[in-house]
C-alpha cells in the first residue's frame, strides 16, 4: 500500500508556471505507474498525465500537450507535474494517483491510490 499526498497548488495568472509534486510513502512509488489527474467544479475527472513505472514512457491530454511534463525520481519517490503557459481553463483540483500496472495507465479505473488532491487557480 502507499500513501500520496500533493503539494504545489496555487493561485497563479495566465502564463506563468507551477510545479506539482506527489510525494509517496509506504511501499516504494518505483512499484507503481502513476498519473496525474484534475477534476473542475462541476466536470468528471480526467487524467492529465501519465508515466510509467520506470519513467521511460509518458501520455497527455491533448489540451496540456506541450505544456505540462510529468516525470519521476523514484530514489526520492516522488512524481511531479511542471505546467507551463498555464490557462484559466486549467483550474481545477489535481489529484497524484497510483497503479500497480508497470506501464503507463490511462484510465482512472486502472489507478488503485488517491492523494487529496491540491487546487490549482489560474487567474486571466
Known amino acids: 500500500q502507499v500513501q500520496l499526498v500533493e503539494s504545489g497548488g496555487g493561485l497563479v495568472q495566465a502564463g506563468d508556471s507551477l510545479r506539482l509534486s506527489c510525494a509517496a510513502s509506504?511501499?516504494?512509488?518505483?512499484?507503481?505507474?502513476m498519473g496525474w489527474f484534475r477534476q473542475a467544479p462541476g466536470k468528471e475527472r480526467e487524467l492529465v498525465a501519465a508515466?510509467?513505472?520506470?519513467?521511460?514512457?509518458?501520455n497527455y491530454a491533448d489540451s496540456v500537450k506541450g505544456r505540462f511534463t510529468i516525470s519521476r525520481d523514484n530514489a526520492k519517490n516522488t512524481v511531479y507535474l511542471q505546467m507551463n503557459s498555464l490557462k484559466p481553463e486549467d483550474t481545477a483540483v489535481y489529484y497524484c494517483?497510483?497503479?500497480?500496472?508497470?506501464?503507463?495507465?490511462?484510465?482512472?479505473?486502472?489507478?488503485?491510490?488517491w492523494g487529496q488532491g491540491t487546487q490549482v487557480t489560474v487567474s486571466s
Open positions: 508515466i510509467s513505472r520506470s519513467g521511460r514512457s509518458t
Open positions: 494517483a497510483a497503479s500497480t500496472g508497470t506501464y503507463v495507465q490511462l484510465t482512472t479505473g486502472d489507478y488503485v491510490y
Open positions: 509506504g511501499r516504494a512509488s518505483s512499484n507503481y505507474a
